[in-house]
């Protein structure tokens, strides 16, 4: 699930910041955090889709966090149990 919350936080930052300076983006970083930028979310022509976020994992304890994680988010995140080696 961590790596969900990683790309989302990604593409807010990107959006927000893809065209900044290096002392801009720094700026934004020191200005935001994941909540807030969650609430600040623009609609902003690039990357604004909405995405299908699954998060694969052995452990299917992990779903509930997953779907707890996405809540507020403009993307879906889902879960699905996968073993990497199930093929073998």
């Known amino acids: 699930g961590y790596e969900l919350l990683a790309c989302d936080w990604f593409l807010r930052y990107w959006r927000s910041t893809r065209n900044a ?10 200005e935001h955090d994941f909540l807030k930028s969650q609430a600040d979310d623009g609609d902003d022509d690039v990357g604004s889709a909405s995405m299908d976020l699954v998060s694969l994992d052995l452990q299917p304890s992990w779903a509930p966090y997953v779907h707890a994680l996405g809540e507020d988010s403009r993307h879906n ?3 699905a149990q996968w073993d990497v080696h199930a093929d073998e």
């Open 21 to 30: 300076s290096a002392d801009e983006k720094r700026a934004w970083l020191r």
């Open 77 to 79: 995140y889902s879960f």
